[in-house]
């Protein structure tokens, strides 16, 4: 059975700081897409962030530009495991963070960033920036 375990939310002020990380488990997950996704409240769930290996060792990464130079992701797939470095965050970063992780393959520069291109999902991590 897939898991996908997020964990790392919580409470930052606003210009600071957090690391979310998603442990996925029951399948290997080394060529699908691994991404990010949120839902601030009274919104639809947003993406913002995915990633594909591209080759040995070398991953490709595309963002939402609305955190773009502040938000990092990576994976590490002899973990199956997902980060999501979220740098100078403010109040409107605040929503439930979900990571997510694709059946199909993805290579190259092929990105997923629609929430169907997604089978397996986390139970969200709360992340809430205050002024």
């Known amino acids: 059975q897939v898991q996908m375990v997020e964990s790392g939310g919580g409470l930052v002020q606003a210009g600071g700081s957090l690391r979310l990380s998603c442990a996925a488990s029951?399948?290997?997950?080394?060529?699908?897409?691994m991404g990010w996704f949120r839902q601030a409240p009274g919104k639809e769930r947003d993406f913002i962030a995915t990633?594909?290996?591209?080759?040995?060792?070398?991953?490709?990464?595309y963002y939402a530009d609305s955190v773009k130079g502040r938000f990092t992701i990576s994976r590490d797939n002899d973990q199956n495991t997902v980060y999501l470095q979220m740098n100078s965050l403010n109040p409107e970063d605040t929503a439930v963070y979900y990571c997510?992780?694709?059946?199909?393959?993805?290579?190259?520069?092929?990105?997923?960033?629609?929430?169907?291109?997604?089978?397996?999902w986390g139970q969200g991590t709360q992340v809430t920036v205050s002024s």
């Open positions: 990633i594909n290996r591209i080759g040995s060792g070398t991953y490709y990464a």
């Open positions: 029951g399948r290997s997950f080394s060529s699908s897409a």
């Open positions: 997510a992780a694709t059946r199909a393959s993805y290579s190259g520069i092929s990105v997923a960033t629609r929430e169907y291109e997604y089978a397996f």
